[in-house]
Structures are given as structure tokens and as C-alpha cells.
């Protein structure tokens, strides 16, 4: 062929193959893509029904591919966008079925998870499934179908999940390199880096398809959790804070799917975990410094799994440590069962001065705690607690401190279970506690066994609104205060812990006790029976819930003083009380008493009381007998009034009382002994001493004692005890005239009593009259003393002398003196002197006076002086012969005589004068 053929050959060769490049590149250029993109819409779209799908060829040629805009779903409102998906190839690449890189970027996938489902943006999923599924069933891969393109490296780089959940969205940033190792796929090598919140995690996964296995490995170092907690918001009430790293490593089987082995661990520095009330934070070692949180987690075959911690603090509800937490958990196809052990102990910082419960532990010994829990296949959660009880450590003491009490208790018996459900829960719970003694400066409270028990109810929608049942029993108890000492055989204290509309904690309480008694050393009283119930609130809300208290008898000495009831309430800083006591001596006298007991929030715990009469009391017969056995029969009456304060405080028992008595009557009939119209008023400045003021008044109108009177009676004194009475002076009239005693002091202590009468003008003849001397009638005033001694059980006149005023005149009658001559021979000289003297007195004009009173043995001795003469003649004549004066029966004859001097001596039984062994006997 000539040399110019063969070029037009080459041209025409040339030509038709840059004919058939140019129509190759161009259907790259423009035909493949606008073919591609139009054959991928209308296969998704068939595929999946989505018809909302945009798609882009930016670029298609023999070196690569860049398709961009890639968009599921509407143009507003997008399920995912691709900015740009970039291929790397060449043609001899693509003849060994080979792509060299593929780049995804500028990748938004939006979904959302909302009433327990998750989806995506604008697509229906639960449709997209089905129809997937369905096309898989009606086009199965052929099994001589060409082996797809192998892939050396996939990565996605700036893409971002953008999800709403529960109305928030969270945006999570991440970057992927997926390398496979064959061309078969079946090893892979993944690197997934995610960026969000300024923190990285990387994962890497190596996945074996040949081994049916995947290797996954995290890490994250320094991960700042507090910018995480929105997340933790999705469980209502969870807050977490801190600085973790993160580290774990799983083995996944492929087919069938399931967990071969998990190992990871997790270190938290400044930690701050709180669930609702409750709040955990990292523990301190003994140097004050922060230990960090560790958890290790570890499982074989999916189904064992065990998980162990480290110490971690609680500052909420009250302050604890827990450790040694160890756990194990299986998994069966009913339920998942957990079996652990761990070491709660409370904790002895300050920090329980800012706790639910105000306590200070001072010293204690940790409870090693076994547990167990359940969860059923419905969701619900059987769990439960109990304590295991060391010998040795069951032997010591765990102290704390609650305001200005010192507690101190044995080792206690903890066991807890519960149920909790979707929507609730429950848990009963037992605590006994031995051998608990609270002590202060003023008390002390013993429990010999202290039983606590109860439920716990929650909701776990909402607020999560809790509520605490409780009932704790302590018979046998004690109290011993400085001056007293109460035993309580039965002690109940129920009620429930909740939380109110503004999340505040309040309990809600009552406590009953009953057949208590109480011993008082100073003053010396027993009070038994007391019964009673209190409602009670903490914190103190100021509402009005009224409790009761009753006293079934109150003893003061040897004295059943009655019975009390009232009522109780609850105030800021203790008690409130008012009630109504009823006497058994004397019922009718009703006292009513209120008062309170101040020993929250301060430093001066004291309990007080005011009480009065109900009403002023009148009635006559009242014996004393009902007071005082030895003293029945005397009969008393009278218009009482009674208004008192006590306190009992750090001091012991104080107070006050004043009392008065008007129209009083004190009768002993069958002894001739009475007071009438008496008044008093009786002033008690410190009680529980029985010493009055000085200077009370006693005032009545007349007193009688075996013959003798008195009236118009003034009494001054001080009453210092039950047993002792100083009679600072006194005074009354007697036979018309003045009395005045002065200082005495009466107490069982003295056996020798002496007092001395001042006497002023008193009636001559009626103070013989009084004495039982004579009947006497006169005119003729005695002043003087009348020296008194009681002795050993007898009363004594000592030389006592009254005479009239020198110059006065006066006049006695006197009859009934028979007494003169008793015992004398009739007819003898003696007898006819004392028959003169007799006759005399029956009108004698009295010029100078004078009677010595005195007593010898059991008798009173008169020694009568008397100086004037007869008034009217006497029936006696002188008689020469005998010497002596004899007596005359004629009528109107006799002698008269000018003067004469008697010298008259009466011996009188001075105990029936005056009964007063029979009142003496009565006293003591």
C-alpha cells in the first residue's frame, strides 16, 4: 500500500476514534449522568417509596466521580443531606473491580426519638422496612450475580447526627475510616472519631466476618461530663458532673448476634451523681484529698456480667460511703438476676449538719451489706438488702450526735425488699437496733431494743413523689433525768416521710406510750399510769393536730394527790399542753393546768406549767382523814384558791405558788377543838422547796380547845417544809383581854417546845371560867405571863402569874366551886376556911389580885390571891369557944366583914381542859 493511503488510513483511524472518544466523554459528561441520576430516583422510589430524594452528578469521568446534594426527603425539612460523595479511580482499577477511596462529607442525618419509638425526619420507617423487605423476597440475589467492587478505603469526614428527643436537639459530630483488609470484605478495620461538646471519643472496630467477630475498643481521656448534662436530663431527676476516662473493649459475635466478653473501666475525678434526693460524690482519704471513682465492668458469653466500684460519698439524703461494691448479674431469657456484696458506712464529716437528718456521726462501724435483685421481662425490679451481724464488731459502739444529745448504739439488723415497676414502687424495710442511750447534760434515754419498720412508696412519673411509712417500738424504756427517773414499758412512734407540692421533705408523726411512771427524788413524789399520744411534724408546719395525756395517779410524800388529762400539741421548738387535774381526796376541787416544753433550737431545754383552781371551792365536812389517815375526824371547810408556775430545766425542778384559804373551818367535834373564819394567804417563791415568804398571815375569828377560847386570832410565820412551820408571832384576844406570843419554830426535830403568853387585861373571872376552875362571872382585868412548855408529848404551865393593875377595882362571882372542899372532912377547920372562902367569892369586891397558874404531873395548879372583901355579909359567926368561924342557917344574919384575903388553890385535869394529847396524837 503506496505511502499516502496508508496516512489517509491513520487520519481516517484518528479521526473516527477522536469521533468515538469525544461521544465517550461526552456520554460521561452528559448523558451517563443525567442517565444516572434519573435510573437512581426512580429505583429508590420503587425500592422505597420514598419520592422525595434529589440526587447530583457533579462529575463523572474515567478518574473519579464527585456527586453532590445528595437529599432524603423534603427540601425543608430533610431526613439526611450529603453535601458531597467523591469516588477515587482509574480504568485499570475499575478493570480489577476496584475503587480506590471514597469520601463522604457535609453529612446531616436528622431523627428523633419520641414516645419510646425512634425514626427518621419526614420517612415513614415502619413503611421503609416492609417495603425493603418485600423487595428482597421478590428479587433474590442471583447466585452467579457479579462480585460487587472492592473498596480499599471509605471515609466520612464532617458529618453530624442532629436527633430530637423529647423536644431537644442534640447534635453529635463524628468522623469514620473504614479500611477492609481483603477484597472479599470480610475483614475490616473501623476508626470512628466523635467530636462533640469540645470532647473525643474514638472507637475502633475490627470486624472479622470469616471469624464471626467483631473487636470493638473506646477511649476517652479527660471527658468533661458536666457538658453532657442535658443528656442526663432524659431521666428525670439524674444530674452527673466530673472529669472521666473512659476505656472498654468488647468481643460481639456476628451470627447469631450476641455479646462474647465485655471489659471496661471508668475513673471519675470531682464527681457529683445525684438521682432525685439522692447525691454521691467522690470520697476523701484520710489527708482530706479527693479519691477518684473507679468501675470496672466485665462480662462473658452476654449473659454473666460483673461489676465492681470503688469508694463513692453520698451527701444526700443523709451522708455515706459506699465500697467494696462487687455485683454480679446473669442473664436468662425471663428475667435478669444480680447477686452482690458491698460496705455501706456513714460518713463523720460536718457535712450532716446540711443533711435531711441533722446528725453528727462521731464514731461508727461500717454494715457489710449482701443484696440481691431481679429484673422480670414486664420491667419490674425485685430487689432486696440485708446485713451481715461480726461478733466482734457487734460488741462496740457507733456514736453520734443529735443537737445537744449523745447517741450511742450496738451494731443494728438491716433488711430491706421491694418491688419496683414501670410506674412505681414499693419496698418494706426492718431495722433493729440494741442497746440505744442517748445522753445530754439534763437526761438520759435508754433503749434496750429499738425496732424500726416500715414501707417506702414512690411514683416514678411526674416528680417522682416519694413517701416513707414508718412504725418504730422501744419497750422497756428509760429516761433518767437529774431529778427524776421515767420508765416507759410501752413506746410506739409511727407515721410517713413525703415530700410536699414544692419538693420540701416533712414528716408527718404520732407517737403513744403507755403505763409509764416517773420518780422524782427532790421534791419526793411518783407519778404511774401515764398514757398518752402525740402528733408531731418535722419541720414544724403550724398546723393543728392535738394530741392526749393521761395520769392515772400522782403521789407527793404519802399523799395520792389524783389523777390528770389534758391535751397535747406540737410547737416550733417542742410542746404545748393544757389540761385538768382531779383530786381523789377531794374531787370536787378541780385544778387546770398549761404550759409547755421548750428543747429544739436552743440551749436552754425546759418544760413549764401554770396552774390554778378551776373554780373557788365552798363546802363543809370534808374529813381530813381522806389526806392524812391519823387525822380522820377532823372536819374541814372553807373557800380555797390556788395559782402556781413550775420549770424544769438544766437546774432541776423550780417554781412558785400562792394559795389562800377564806371562811375557813377546822372542826374536831368529839375533842371540843375548832377554828372558825379563818383566812390566809400563803406565798411559795421556789418551789419544788416547801418554804414560804416570810412574814404569811393567818387570820381567824375564834378558836377553841377543850374549854378554852380564843377570838380574833393574827398569826405571822413561814412555812419552811411540809414539817417545819416558824411562827415569827401571833396574837388574839382571850377573856376579853390580849394575847401575844412570839418567835417558835415547830419541827419534828425539837422535843422541847417553849412559848411564853403575854397577857393583857384580861377578865379575871372569866380566865378561871376558861380553865374550868369555877363558874365565874366579874369585872377585873389580870395582866402578866403564862410561861408554856410541850415536852416530850406533855404540855406544862411554868410559873405563869397574872395580877391586876395596882389602883384598879373589880368584882368576881364565883360558883360551882365545889371543887373547893372536894376531898376535905366536913366540920374540920379546913373545911370551914375553904366554905368561908366560897361564900366570899360568891360577891367579892376584888381591890388587889394576883393567880399563879403552874402544873405539876398531869394537872393544872391555880394559886388564887385575892385581896378586898365580901360584898354582902356572910353566913359565918365567930365562935369563941372553938376559935373559928361556923356557919349559920338563918337567913339575914351573919357577919360583915371589912376585908379579907383569900389564898384559893384549884387542881384541874389539865389534858381534859384542854384535850390536846388527842390533837398531839393526831399530828404525828
Known amino acids: 500500500m503506496s505511502l499516502k493511503r496508508t496516512i489517509g488510513f491513520i487520519i481516517i483511524f484518528l479521526v473516527l476514534f477522536s469521533v468515538v472518544l469525544i461521544g465517550v466523554l461526552c456520554t460521561f ?156 470484605f470480610d475483614v475490616l478495620k473501623c476508626t470512628v472519631q466523635i467530636y462533640t461538646r469540645g470532647q473525643k471519643i474514638f472507637v475502633s472496630a475490627d470486624i472479622d466476618q470469616k471469624e464471626n467477630q467483631i473487636v470493638l475498643n473506646t477511649s476517652a481521656k479527660t471527658v468533661n461530663l458536666a457538658r453532657f448534662a442535658d443528656f442526663a436530663q432524659l431521666i428525670e431527676g439524674l444530674v452527673v458532673s466530673g472529669v472521666a476516662d473512659i476505656k472498654a473493649m468488647a468481643e460481639i459475635k456476628l451470627k447469631p448476634f450476641a455479646v462474647s466478653s465485655v471489659a471496661a473501666s471508668l475513673e471519675i475525678d470531682d464527681s457529683r451523681i445525684g438521682f432525685q434526693n439522692i447525691q454521691f460524690k467522690n470520697a476523701l482519704n484520710q489527708k482530706k484529698q479527693k479519691l477518684p471513682l473507679h468501675v470496672k465492668l466485665e462480662g462473658t458469653n452476654g449473659k454473666e456480667w460483673k461489676v465492681t466500684a470503688s469508694t463513692i460519698a453520698a451527701s444526700s439524703p443523709i451522708p455515706f460511703h459506699l465500697s467494696k461494691i462487687n455485683y454480679a448479674f446473669k442473664l436468662t431469657e425471663d428475667a435478669i438476676q444480680g447477686a452482690g456484696k458491698f460496705v455501706i458506712a456513714p460518713d463523720t464529716s460536718e457535712v450532716w449538719k446540711e443533711s435531711a437528718i441533722p446528725v453528727k456521726i462521731v464514731e461508727h462501724f461500717p454494715l457489710r451489706v449482701s443484696s440481691t435483685m431481679k429484673y422480670l421481662k414486664n420491667g419490674n425490679v425485685v430487689f432486696s438488702l440485708k446485713n451481715q451481724i461480726f461478733k466482734k464488731e457487734f460488741s462496740k459502739a457507733n456514736k453520734f450526735s443529735f443537737e445537744r444529745f449523745n447517741i450511742a448504739t450496738k451494731q443494728p439488723t438491716v433488711e430491706i425488699s421491694g418491688n419496683v415497676s414501670k410506674d412505681k414502687g414499693t419496698a418494706t424495710y426492718m431495722v433493729k437496733i440494741p442497746d440505744v442511750l442517748f445522753t445530754s447534760d439534763w437526761s438520759t434515754i435508754e433503749l434496750p431494743a429499738l425496732t424500726f419498720n416500715g414501707t417506702l412508696d414512690f411514683n416514678r412519673k411526674g416528680k417522682g413523689a416519694q413517701t416513707v411509712a414508718f412504725n418504730l417500738q422501744s419497750p422497756n424504756s428509760g429516761v433518767r433525768l437529774n431529778t427524776a427517773k421515767i420508765k416507759i414499758p410501752h413506746i410506739m412512734l409511727s407515721g410517713k416521710l413525703y415530700m410536699d407540692k414544692t419538693r420540701k421533705r416533712l414528716t408527718d408523726g404520732l407517737l403513744r406510750w403507755a403505763d409509764s411512771s416517773m420518780d422524782f427524788s427532790e421534791p419526793k413524789a411518783r407519778i404511774t399510769g401515764v398514757h398518752g399520744t402525740f402528733p408531731f411534724q418535722w419541720p414544724y408546719v403550724n398546723k393543728e393536730k392535738r394530741g392526749n395525756f393521761s395520769i392515772d395517779a400522782m403521789h407527793y410524800q404519802k399523799i395520792h394527790l389524783g389523777a390528770l388529762s389534758g391535751t397535747l400539741q406540737q410547737t416550733a421548738q417542742g410542746i404545748s399542753f393544757k ?227 395596882p389602883g384598879e377595882k373589880g368584882k368576881i362571882r364565883l360558883t360551882d366551886t365545889e371543887i373547893l372542899t372536894a376531898g376535905i372532912p366536913p366540920n374540920t377547920p379546913q373545911y370551914i376556911q375553904m366554905e368561908l372562902a366560897r361564900e366570899a367569892l360568891k360577891d367579892y369586891d376584888v381591890a388587889w389580885a394576883k393567880l399563879n397558874i403552874s402544873s405539876e404531873g398531869e394537872d393544872l395548879l391555880l394559886r388564887m390571891q385575892l385581896d378586898g372583901k365580901p360584898a354582902n355579909p356572910l353566913p359565918f359567926v365567930y365562935n369563941k369557944k372553938l376559935g373559928q368561924f361556923t356557919k349559920i342557917e338563918a337567913k339575914g344574919k351573919g357577919s360583915i366583914f371589912q376585908g379579907i384575903r383569900l389564898n384559893v388553890n384549884f387542881r384541874l385535869p389539865l389534858n381534859k381542859i384542854l384535850q390536846y394529847k388527842d390533837l398531839i396524837q393526831m399530828i404525828q
Not at 415513614?124 to 423487605?133: C, F, Y
Open 29 to 184: 459528561s452528559f448523558v451517563l449522568p443525567k442517565f444516572l441520576e434519573s435510573k437512581i430516583i426512580s429505583d429508590l422510589e420503587a425500592d422505597t417509596g420514598i419520592s422525595e430524594f434529589s440526587f447530583h452528578v457533579r462529575e463523572l469521568d474515567l478518574a473519579g466521580a464527585d456527586f453532590g446534594n445528595i437529599r432524603f426527603g423534603s427540601e425543608s425539612d430533610p431526613a439526611l443531606v450529603i453535601r458531597s460523595i467523591q469516588i477515587d479511580y482509574s480504568l485499570p482499577d475499575l478493570y480489577q473491580k476496584k475503587i480506590k477511596k471514597v469520601i463522604a462529607s457535609g453529612i446531616e442525618l436528622y431523627c428523633h426519638f419520641k414516645d419510646g419509638k425512634f425514626g427518621f425526619r419526614g420517612i415513614d420507617l415502619e413503611n421503609l422496612m416492609r417495603r425493603l423487605k418485600s423487595r428482597m423476597r421478590e428479587n433474590p440475589a442471583p447466585s452467579d450475580a457479579p462480585s460487587l467492587l472492592g473498596l480499599e478505603r471509605l471515609t466520612i469526614r464532617n458529618a453530624t447526627i442532629i436527633c430530637d428527643i423529647n423536644s431537644k436537639t442534640y447534635r453529635v459530630p463524628f468522623e469514620i475510616d473504614i479500611v477492609p483488609e481483603d477484597a472479599s
Open 579 to 805: 389540761g385538768k387535774h382531779t383530786s381523789r381526796l377531794i374531787p370536787e376541787l378541780g385544778l387546770k393546768f398549761y404550759g409547755g416544753a421548750q428543747f429544739f433550737d436552743t440551749n436552754d431545754p425546759k418544760a413549764n406549767v401554770h396552774f390554778q383552781l378551776a373554780a373557788p371551792y365552798v363546802k363543809t365536812d370534808i374529813d381530813l382523814g381522806r389526806f392524812l389517815p391519823a387525822a380522820k375526824g377532823v372536819i374541814v371547810s372553807g373557800k380555797v384558791s390556788l395559782d402556781g408556775d413550775m420549770e424544769l430545766g438544766n437546774l432541776g425542778l423550780s417554781g412558785t405558788l400562792k394559795s389562800g384559804l377564806n371562811q375557813g373551818k377546822v372542826l374536831l367535834p368529839e375533842k371540843k377543838i375548832s377554828i372558825e373564819g379563818i383566812q390566809m394567804a400563803l406565798s411559795i417563791p421556789d418551789l419544788p422547796n416547801i418554804r414560804s415568804a416570810p412574814k404569811q398571815q393567818l387570820f381567824f375569828d375564834k378558836a377553841a380547845m377543850g374549854g378554852i377560847t380564843v377570838n380574833e386570832g393574827k398569826i405571822e410565820f413561814q412555812l419552811e417544809s411540809l414539817l417545819s412551820l416558824f411562827v415569827e408571832k401571833s396574837q388574839f384576844k382571850w377573856c376579853d383581854g390580849n394575847v401575844d406570843t412570839y418567835v417558835i419554830r415547830i419541827s419534828p426535830d425539837i422535843e422541847d417546845y417553849r412559848l411564853i403568853l403575854y397577857c393583857d387585861r384580861l377578865n379575871m373571872a372569866k380566865v378561871l371560867d376558861q380553865f374550868g376552875a369555877a363558874t365565874a362571872v366579874g369585872q377585873g382585868s389580870v395582866n402578866g405571863r403564862i410561861p408554856l412548855r410541850y415536852y416530850k408529848g406533855t404540855l406544862s404551865f411554868n410559873d405563869g402569874v397574872l395580877y391586876s393593875t
